[in-house]
């Protein structure tokens, strides 16, 4: 007797991700109750299952949506604000003074709703992220459909949202309780940089941290400056400094880790934290290229991030999978340097597994919730292929997003958005705040 299903797809391609370096052809993934039930030959899957619904995706890669390991998705507002600067001249000149003037929870909502459904069209279907107001963050990502976790930012100076590190964690903690039961909007610790949070601040937050296993998302090594002021005012580089702290553990992600050093390496890979590397962000903002290949040759994990569509500007994985591995290639002198299936594997899984989410998403296997994207390789500039994972890394584009589901549910379909949202309410938040922002 066959089994009833919710969903089958049937797909040309499936990349699980899990196994490793797999590639199935003419495969499909039976999905019941959010969860994936298995993945078997599309004849066989005739014969066991009776879907309620059936999509057929005779010319497309199925893969794990994607996990976008570090964004900030409320400044999608200010995409463009400030172009061709040095990071502290765009923070300091620009970002920062905008920020003061405009930001509050309607802000964050809006751009961070903006942002949602442009990672949603780009096949991505969890976002770490770290801004203000998380409370409005989450309310945003909720209601686009897509997972996430959120921040708890934390500074050691006041914003409009909070006067100093005691209230950042308190309004981050209330906003946390709110949504606990929450099976996709999870929650984590933001403190920004060890640049702007102090000693104190960073011990409390490790201990919190562990108190609530919870994670923990800061910025490290971003550019030179950071380092050569830390040595000056601490008497060492940050990463020895959060280290001395009990700051780094398996909980942490270190956004960036351009600027690293044989000692610092050593620091990561034994305290088993894994890094979100931005190449996008760090190639426009001039901060470097990561190290990547040393730090993946030293067992540390690491994800890809989109950074925020301010110093981007486009928030896009397939483009991160693509200039990942070409900047490897090329600082290394190494074409081998992040192949194909490495880079996929660093858009799924291996963020997944920085999030702690790796038992849930990020790969394609039995057991795992249905988050998934199909791309469709039946254009022109698609064909030939004789390599879907090259083609998924060097090829496609979020253009050529044609499906996206979380736990099961449709959120695009046949590359139109299928949100509680329509694109004339963003392009109308989009427009206010671009007026507002210009005054």
Known sequence: MSESIDLLINARWIIPVEPAETVLEHHAVAVRAGRIVAVVPRDDARSRFRPAETVELPEHILMPGLVNLHAHSAM??????????????WLEEAIWPAEVKHMSPDFVRDGTLLAA?????????TCNE???????????????????????????????????????LRKGLAERDKWRDDARIGFSFAPHAPYTVSD??????????????????????????????????????????????????????????????????????????????????????????APVT???????????????AASNNRLDMLQEMRQASLLAKVSTLDATAIPAHTAIRMATLNPARALGLGDRIGSIIAGKEADLCAIALDRIETRPCFDPASHLAYVTGREHVSHVWVSGEIRVNKGLSVLQLNNAELLAFAAVWQTRLSS
């Open 76 to 89: 999608s507002l200010m995409r463009g604000i400030a172009d061709d600067l040095p990071l502290m001249r």
């Open 117 to 125: 459904a442009e990672m949603l069209r780009g096949g991505i279907t």
């Open 130 to 168: 770290m801004y203000f107001y998380p409370g409005a963050a989450a309310e945003a990502f909720s209601r686009a459909g897509m997972r996430a976790v959120v921040g708890v930012t934390v500074l050691d100076f006041p914003t409009p949202y909070a006067s100093d590190a005691d209230d950042y």
């Open 200 to 289: 104190a601040t960073l011990t409390r937050i490790a201990t919190l941290a562990a108190e609530l296993d919870a994670g923990i998302h800061i910025h490290i090594h971003e550019t030179a400056q950071e380092v050569a002021e830390s040595v000056t005012q601490h008497g060492m580089r940050p990463i020895e400094r959060l280290a001395k702290l009990g700051l780094l553990g398996a909980n942490v992600i270190g956004v960036h880790a351009v600027h690293l050093d044989a000692s610092d390496i050593d620091i990561l890979g034994r305290s088993n934290a894994s890094i979100a590397h931005c190449p996008t962000s760090n190639m426009k903002l001039a901060s470097g290229i």
């Open 294 to 308: 040393r730090l993946l040759d030293a067992g540390i994990n690491v994800g890809l991030g989109t950074d925020g």
